[in-house]
């Protein structure tokens, strides 16, 4: 009896110039998705970067006002190396993050402010497939993001933006989920993937208390890794996988 052969992986639509990515912590891009961003910038794609908190939870021996300012200097950095220069910070608290209508709006304001065709953000769901849990923090932003898409083209949800010269965008076409367990499309990886090691290394202080590794060894094991688990399911090319919504 043969193995069922996994699904293939379509790619990732090209017909667009802006995306704007969501996520809750300083380094989710890095650890999830910043190859392909790397590879869309040096198409001349404009991708800017909303983040929910500034990761001040995010290392116990740092207490969160000096680990906050830290961790964004290190967030500006990181995406500098893949063609980021656009990089806002929401200041909702690290760690308790709540879904609800004042994520909703201050990620549908940044939906209007950039005006993007494509919105980028991470896994929402409970868990990361199987029984690797999630965190509530990405829970929140990502759930919080797919709905702020249409939330962002609707003048009578959140009309107070208008009032701040927030106008109306309905241009969103996609969402794409990077880290989701059920992947639709893919982006080739090997543009972008030493980019992707050096922006992931921009993290450096939450890199050496995350693991006793080289943290050069730590993150082009993780990136080169994950990018290869999914060639299979992409003719055999390292590639950073996404689940697209339509809208």
């Not at 494509?118 to 829970?139: C, E, F, M, Q």
């Not at 990502?142 to 702020?148: E, Y």
Request: with cysteine; proline share 6%; glycine share 8%.
């Amino acid at each position: 009896m043969t193995e069922p052969q996994p699904a293939q992986l379509q790619a990732m639509p090209t017909d667009w110039q802006r995306a704007l990515a969501v996520v809750a912590h300083p380094d989710d891009l890095e650890y999830g998705c910043s190859a392909a961003i790397a590879a869309w910038t040096d198409e001349g794609r404009e991708v800017s970067y909303v983040l929910a908190s500034r990761g001040e939870a995010g290392i116990d021996t740092v207490e969160p006002a000096k680990c906050g300012p830290l961790r964004e200097r290190e967030q500006r950095a990181s995406a500098a190396v893949v063609g980021v220069s656009q990089v806002e910070f929401l200041d909702h608290e690290d760690g308790v993050i709540e879904y609800g209508t004042g994520l909703r709006r201050d990620i549908a304001a940044a939906i209007r402010r950039y005006r993007p065709e494509l919105v980028i953000t991470l896994n929402h769901r409970d868990t990361w497939g199987g029984v690797a849990w999630n965190t509530p923090d990405h829970v929140a932003v990502g759930r919080a993001t797919l709905d702020a898409a249409g939330d962002a083209g609707n003048r009578w949800i959140f009309p107070e933006l208008a009032e701040q010269d927030l106008e109306p965008w309905n241009g969103v076409r996609w969402v794409a989920v990077a880290g989701s367990s059920s992947p639709t499309h893919a982006v080739d990886a090997s543009p972008g993937l030493e980019r992707a090691v050096r922006s992931l290394l921009e993290h450096r202080t939450y890199i050496e208390v995350l693991t006793d590794e080289d943290p050069e060894t730590h993150v082009r094991r993780f990136l080169t890794a994950n990018a290869e688990r999914m060639a299979e399911q992409f003719g055999g090319r390292p590639a950073v996988a996404f689940e697209l919504f339509a809208r």
